[in-house]
């Protein structure tokens, strides 16, 4: 771990590493970076679309420059070119502490499992022995952590370091994302400090093992602080409790827009549906056609009006998503509409711009009913105090059958919502239906377990997240107040769901 910086006079330099759109969103589009930039740092953005025009217009100017990132977040041509590293690389990608007891995990290595018997019954065989002693060791674990930095560390990006010399590389992820693994290894093997600002909420538990040593962790919560450690065998004193910072809007007064200026009916409760990722979920159109059909026939008990909100994954760079089945929803069965999300990049994947992100955060703020899949959006409920009814795999069944995996209730940071009452779990269609009206009828049910999840799962919840993220990341810099009143942020910040 290189040495701590001492106080500087000059302005440091700062490789922010978005390799995919809600990373963008995280480290770009939060008081993160405008934190950053109002104290001077020259900024670097590593992201494969840095030649895009509106990422220049969005954020280029005299001392924040976009340079590629030459490692695309689901290319592993890297790794199969070595049999060691593969062999490396899929071991840590199915490893973390008590593996055998996380099913997110578990449901990920049974498609990969599939496929290893398919080339060899004996490969299949050792791997997963070589697994099961991997997450029940941390020595393995750390081992095999240390072998891979070692030998695989592949400079490519030699010519951005050598131009710009950063002080500090900033990543979403500990190496669970490929390109973060390969920058911060780069950077290690400089002598670069790094920093890790966890982007997701199942990333501890659902990712792999992490991909490399950043010098410190930002982290949503202590719960989240927990999962870091003893997962990925991260030392505690490294890391940084800091909030959601792109869920800073949600409690600052006039941030997001109003029902009104949604253009959305005042005279009617609000159903948002927020529809699964289509690789995953395969019954996103079943869900929205028997909300809409019961919307449009007012037989939820109150008048009702829904919004199908289609996951960005709808519109990943090469994909063209089926809109026509969505679009026959809102034009047959009335007080339905669609939205779909405003993705500007042709090569960084669901980039959104900055008003879908507000308004996506309207329209859970304004919602009577938040129905989902087990997705992130939860906590955004649950943090202004909206019932969410989850949808199971279940409802999934063709699938679920088919792939021979465990339900997304099953997953350790789901588990977290279920036993603590804070959301409804609907395992059929009329299931989801029937949660709906019981919530229109009723919006302060499980409204003390939304309570406890949010405290617990989103840190201080202060509105001031991002700028937390970003003064922590300049006082690693000595750019920031003392060391004692960073211990105070990290431990004194506010929780008010």
């Not at 217009?57 to 592993?76: G, I, M, S």
């Not at 969410?388 to 940071?413: I, K, N, P």
């Amino acid at each position: 771990m290189p040495a701590a910086v001492e106080p500087r006079d000059t302005p440091p330099t700062v490789f922010l590493v978005a390799h995919m759109g809600f990373a963008a969103r995280y480290l770009l589009r939060t008081d993160i970076f405008s934190t950053l930039k109002a104290a001077g740092a020259r900024i670097v953005i590593l992201t494969p679309n840095a030649g895009e025009q509106y990422m220049a217009d969005e954020f280029a100017d005299t001392n924040v420059t976009l340079e590629p990132l030459r490692v695309d977040w689901n290319d592993f041509s890297l790794v199969t070119s070595s049999r060691l590293w593969s062999l490396l690389f899929y071991l840590r990608s199915y490893t973390i502490a008590d593996g055998h007891r996380s099913e997110a995990l578990q449901d990920k290595y049974r498609v990969f499992e599939r496929v290893l018997r398919a080339r060899s019954r004996a490969l299949a065989a050792g791997f997963r022995l070589a697994l099961n002693g991997l997450w029940r060791s941390r020595s393995l674990r750390r081992l095999l952590l240390g072998l891979e930095t070692r030998v695989f560390k592949r400079p490519v990006h030699t010519n951005v370091f050598d131009r710009y010399q950063p002080d500090l590389v900033v990543t979403t992820s500990p190496g669970w994302f490929f390109p973060d693994a390969v920058v911060l290894r780069e950077a290690a093997g400089r002598g670069v400090s790094t920093a890790t600002v966890v982007l997701s909420w199942d990333n501890p538990t659902s990712k792999g093992y992490r991909g490399a040593d950043p010098d410190r962790m930002i982290v949503w919560s202590k719960e989240m602080a927990r999962q870091v450690a003893e997962h990925h065998d991260y030392p505690p004193e490294r890391i940084v409790v800091a909030g959601v910072p792109h869920f800073d809007d949600y409690v600052r007064d006039g941030a997001l827009p109003t029902r009104e200026e949604l253009g959305l009916d005042t005279d009617r409760r609000l159903i948002v549906f927020a529809t699964g990722a289509p690789a995953t979920f395969g019954a996103n159109l079943a869900v929205a056609e028997a909300l809409a059909k019961t919307v449009g026939s007012d037989a939820l008990g109150v008048p009702s009006q829904l919004v199908v909100r289609l996951h960005p994954l709808y519109f990943r760079p090469g994909h063209e998503a089926p809109l026509q089945e969505y679009e026959r929803l809102a034009a047959t069965y009335g007080h339905t509409r669609l939205d779909i999300p405003d993705i500007r990049s042709e090569s960084l994947t669901v980039d959104m711009a900055d008003s879908d992100r507000r308004r996506l955060g309207a329209l859970i703020k304004n919602c009577d009913v938040l129905v989902n899949v087990f997705s992130t959006t939860t906590l955004e409920a649950f943090l202004v105090d909206r019932p969410v009814v989850l949808v199971s795999s279940d409802v999934d069944a063709d699938r679920a059958a088919a792939d021979g995996l465990r339900g997304f209730h099953d997953y350790e940071h789901v588990r977290a919502v279920i036993d603590e009452r804070a959301a409804k779990v609907a395992r059929t269609i009329p299931e989801v239906l029937e949660h709906v009206r019981e919530y229109l009828a009723d919006p302060t049910l499980d409204n003390e377990g939304r309570r406890r999840v949010a405290v617990r799962e989103l840190g201080p919840t202060d509105g001031s997240a991002g700028r937390r993220v970003g003064q922590s990341l300049l006082g690693f810099l000595g750019l920031a107040p003392a060391a004692e009143q960073w211990a105070e942020l990290r431990t004194n910040a506010p929780n008010r769901p």
